[in-house]
């Protein structure tokens, strides 16, 4: 929930005053937190539910971890490739410009990077509803973005985030995200807690930041 | 007064057959694409690979492609000040008349299409080689942990098209290389980088439209750069190229023309003060061009611009017989014998000279040999003609102070020794010939031609060190008896160079024939009903879409079609693949950064595969022009030497055009200036030139009076006809470009030396003491 607010607050925030030093401001204190997910994915007549947990390093990038109902790990760091964890912590790069495109928007949607963000998006934020939950609706500016995503709603609910993406050609992803821990220094206890993923945690903790 | 007459009718037959033959082709350009057809290819002058017509087009499709791209490079400290840059630049280029942002955006569609349609032929030799080594399980397990991965969030189709998701990889990878050349280099730390393809919005602009679509852009572009003083934009392309070189030309022509022109009236009708004095040349040379130009349509299929161009040239001899008609056509019957006498073997010795390129082999000199050979013919009947209508009276030049020095400079010139002459004639000609061996440089890289912008040249290194690409004008030719053939001979170059896995063809976008079967095979077995993709689906509690799988298999059985592909795709995709019943041929194209020398050697040892450089070829086909060119020339000046030998029993008259030929190619060499093609042509006319002053000078000294009087007449119209020429070619040495500039340059040294041993001819005929020898 705090998660939740966080984010919509700096992309409101930059709708509002784009180009404001104050911006600043709103970045968190922490870089790095972490939490759960479910991603729901729709593929014509099928849908596809799994969940898992993620942890995000302002430094590092961002590791997911699909974690049912098959497990996967993917490290999408800042810079360089995309890389696939597998329960031996052995990686293997996923280097092709998709995976690059895809780890670059998660990156600035978990990390809240809002003038990333407000760059390649046209922002719409709808009025408040009675609960004075804010919905924004976000519309790829850029070509390439275009020919994949139509476009990606961000819905504040109240103890969640909902981030829905409409595909161009092939369905939609739907991602709830929850539980948003805040950390100063990620160790392996707090690590583990999030992600309960031994060899994730061990690669994640490798990682040194850019 | 009956030869004129005759002429006149045989010239007027001749227009009326020239305007029937024009009118015929310009009707068939309308209705057949047939008419005029002028050719640009600089590698079709002298063709060092005989490619197939097919491949021919597909390379003029390419070139043309190219002409009309434009690539900038946007560069900001800041990533996303930049994204907004590119916005802007997008926003702002949409507006423009001429200009439009290059897309691949439909080929691609088509592409995605394509293989959606085709899906149970399309593996990799990678997936096929995975398909191989497991078992349907495992290939369902792997599936069905891709399903749930985020790295398949974004997929080019759906579940049920392609469960396994072998074909969204497929189409990735080949998207992957086909957008590699428009990605940008690895940025430095300091700097982001866009690059943007624009290109112009018709495929047949004018000049001024290109021009006016490249001063918009460079608008956009200031407007942009004031805004924002952190971004940076450059831009290259052929247009930007194209646009720069024919301003620069037309300043040149502008400047030169009108010097040369105002020169050339005030000096002929302040001398001869008569109108005609000004037509007869010019149409006899506006009639012959045509008559050539015409007669060359039909005698080959398409004449070479550069052909005509030397051709046209070659023809400004004309100017030379309408003068000395002007001057000698009223004086007594032995005089006026004379001039015809002299104009026949001028007309002779110039066809000679100039037919010696038939012999060449080569079509391009051919047609330069055609064109002048024609256009000196049709001009001097024109001469013949019209010269005693217009010229009914005999005018009244104002002369007399040229008389006078000329006069004076032939009593100078006749007491110059004979023995220092032949001498210093001998040495300079030895000396020339030695120059040519030991010292002469020489050019045929068609980027010399042209005095390229060097703010242009840095722009294009700017631009191209910003971004991945292809190789310039560098191609791969495949030729194989069909599809498979073409493969196998690709995987023996990967085999031989590795490296040759990068090249961008066919092979990114389809797989080969046999992989093809392959994988329909194993797709049949896969998508069966009950098979590991119904396994896949009935594990997600989905209901497999079996029928809509099995129509789809069905409709795969026969083998995807290379052409249907590419043709679907358009431009400039449709050039990867010709065929015919005999062979198929197809084009690749080079990553930049290759080692061409390696990649030459290990497609050297393919049978059927051609390394192809456009600039090499040019380069190449240039050299073979130039060469034979200055073989022939030395045919010509032998055939001049023996027309003098024959004629005059004595081989002074030939000495003359000769020296002047040694005396430019010493200059050229000394000077160090690269001697190209375009020199050796002008050596031709230097060669015309020359015979003609000393064809006049011996043959008018024949005829009967005063010879001083008549050799200063002569040597008049000489005078006067020299100085058109220097006017009109000479002043060309003026010119930045290279190529014009060597012409005139040629034309100005040699027909110099031209002018001074006619001089020095005339002094002696004027002042010998002894009867000159006639031959027979």
């Not at chain 2, 004008?473 to 194989?480: D, K, V, Y």
Request: hydrophobic share 50%; net charge negative.
């Amino acid at each position: 929930m705090r998660y939740g607010l966080f984010l919509l607050a700096l992309i409101t925030a930059e709708v509002s005053a784009r180009d404001d030093a104050a911006l600043q401001a709103f970045f968190p204190e922490s870089c790095q937190h972490g939490g759960q997910f479910e991603q729901t994915r729709q593929s014509g007549s099928l849908t596809l539910e799994s969940q898992g947990a993620f942890l995000y390093d302002c430094e590092k990038g961002l590791l997911w971890l699909t974690q049912g109902p098959v497990r996967e790990a993917i490290l999408y760091p800042l810079k360089g490739d995309p890389q696939r964890i597998d329960l031996q912590a052995q990686s293997s790069a996923l280097d092709n410009r998709l995976q690059h495109a895809l780890g670059r928007l998660l990156n600035q949607l978990i990390g809240g990077d809002t003038r990333a963000l407000s760059h390649q998006f046209e922002l719409h934020t709808e009025a408040s509803d009675q609960s004075e939950l804010l919905h924004l609706t976000l519309t790829p500016r850029s070509r390439r973005m275009q020919k994949f995503i139509r476009v990606m709603q961000i819905q504040q609910q109240p103890a969640t985030v909902d981030v829905h993406l409409q595909m161009v050609e092939t369905g939609s992803l739907a991602l709830t995200l929850d539980g948003l821990q805040r950390f100063d220094r990620v160790s392996v206890a707090q690590c583990m807690s999030v992600l309960n993923d031994d060899a994730a945690c061990s690669r994640w903790l490798q990682l040194d930041a850019r | 007064m009956r030869l004129p007459r005759l002429a006149l009718t045989c010239w007027l037959a001749l227009c009326v057959v020239v305007a029937v033959a024009a009118a015929l082709r310009f009707q068939s350009s309308d209705t057949q694409n047939e008419g005029w057809a002028l050719n640009a290819d600089l590698r079709q002058l002298a063709p060092r690979l005989a490619l197939h017509p097919a491949t021919e087009a597909a390379l003029d499709a390419l070139t043309q492609h190219a002409s009309q791209g434009l690539v900038v490079a946007l560069q900001h400290p800041d990533e996303w000040q930049l994204e907004d840059a590119v916005y802007a630049f997008e926003d702002a280029l949409s507006e423009l008349n001429g200009l439009t942002l290059g897309s691949e955006e439909q080929a691609l569609s088509a592409y995605r299409a394509f293989l959606l349609t085709h899906r149970f032929r399309m593996l990799n030799d990678a997936q096929w080689a995975t398909l191989q080594s497991i078992d349907d399980a495992t290939l369902v397990k792997r599936a069905r942990q891709r399903l749930f991965s985020a790295a398949s969030a974004m997929q080019l189709y759906s579940v049920e098209e392609d469960p396994f998701g072998l074909l969204n990889d497929y189409a990735l990878a080949a998207l992957e290389a086909l957008s590699a050349q428009q990605a940008p280099a690895d940025l430095t730390e300091s700097m982001y980088v866009q690059i943007l393809n624009v290109r112009l919005r018709d495929t047949s602009m004018s000049l001024d439209a290109q021009r006016a679509a490249i001063e918009e852009l460079e608008a956009v572009m200031e407007a942009m750069r004031s805004a924002d003083p952190q971004l940076s934009l450059q831009y290259s392309g052929v247009p930007r190229f194209t646009v720069d070189a024919a301003q620069e030309a037309e300043r040149d022509i502008r400047r030169i023309s009108m010097i040369s022109g105002l020169g050339i009236v005030l000096l002929l009708l302040g001398i001869l003060r008569h109108p005609a004095a000004l037509l007869l040349p010019a149409l006899s040379i506006g009639f012959g061009g045509l008559c050539a130009f015409v007669a060359c349509q039909y005698l080959f299929a398409q004449v070479h611009v550069l052909a005509m161009v030397f051709g046209a040239s070659l023809v400004g001899v004309v100017v030379d017989y309408s003068l000395h008609f002007i001057y000698c056509q009223h004086g007594s019957p032995a005089r006026q014998s004379a001039l015809y006498r002299a104009l026949a073997l001028s007309l002779l010795t110039s066809v000679l000279g100039y037919f010696a390129l038939m012999f060449s082999g080569l079509q391009a000199l051919q047609q330069v040999a055609a064109f002048s050979v024609i256009g000196l013919a049709c001009g001097w009947l024109c001469v013949i003609a019209l010269g005693p209508l217009l010229f009914r009276r005999a005018i009244e030049p104002r002369d007399h102070w040229l008389r006078a020095r000329i006069a004076s400079g032939l009593r100078g010139a006749q007491q110059i020794p004979k023995i220092l002459v032949f001498m210093t004639a001998a040495l300079i000609i030895v000396s020339a010939l030695a120059s040519l061996t030991r010292i002469a440089h020489f050019s045929d890289s068609p980027r010399h031609f042209f005095n390229a912008n060097p703010a242009l040249l840095e722009a294009e290194q700017a631009v191209q060190s910003l971004s991945d690409g292809l190789e310039p004008a560098t191609f791969i030719l495949a030729s194989a008896e069909d599809a498979s053939d073409l493969y196998r001979k690709l995987t023996t170059l990967q085999a031989a160079y590795p490296e040759a896995k990068k090249l961008l063809g066919l092979p990114n976008l389809l797989p080969a024939p046999e992989r093809q079967d392959d994988a329909y095979e194993r797709y049949q077995v896969l998508f069966r009903e009950g098979g590991a993709a119904s396994q896949l689906l009935r594990s997600l509690d989905q209901r497999p879409p079996e029928a809509e799988w099995q129509q789809a298999l069905s409709q795969n059985w026969v083998r995807s079609g290379y052409a249907e592909l590419l043709e679907q795709m358009g431009p400039p995709f449709d050039v990867l693949w010709q065929a015919d019943s005999q062979e198929v041929r197809s084009l690749l194209f080079l990553p930049k950064g290759m080692n061409l020398s390696a990649l030459g050697d290990a497609v050297a040892q393919v049978p059927g595969l051609t390394l192809l450089s456009v600039i090499e070829e040019n380069t190449a086909a240039l050299r073979v022009l130039r060469e034979r060119a200055l073989w022939l020339l030395a045919l010509a000046c032998g055939l001049a030497a023996m027309l003098s030998l024959t004629r005059y029993r004595h081989p002074r008259a030939a000495l003359v055009p000769l020296s002047a030929i040694a005396v430019v190619l010493l200059v050229l060499s000394f000077a160090q200036i690269p001697i190209s093609v375009f020199h050796v042509m002008a050596l031709y006319l230097v060669l015309g030139l020359g015979m003609d002053y000393v064809i006049f000078v011996e043959e008018m000294a024949r005829g009967d009076g005063d010879k001083a009087k008549t050799m200063t007449h002569t040597m008049v119209a000489i005078v006067l006809s020299a100085a058109t020429s220097l006017l009109s070619f000479g002043l060309l040495s003026l010119s930045s470009m290279p190529v014009i500039q060597a012409f005139g340059l040629t034309v100005l040294i040699g027909n110099s030396v031209n002018l001074i041993g006619a001089f020095w001819l005339a002094g002696r005929a004027a002042y010998s003491a002894t009867p000159r020898s006639v031959g027979a």
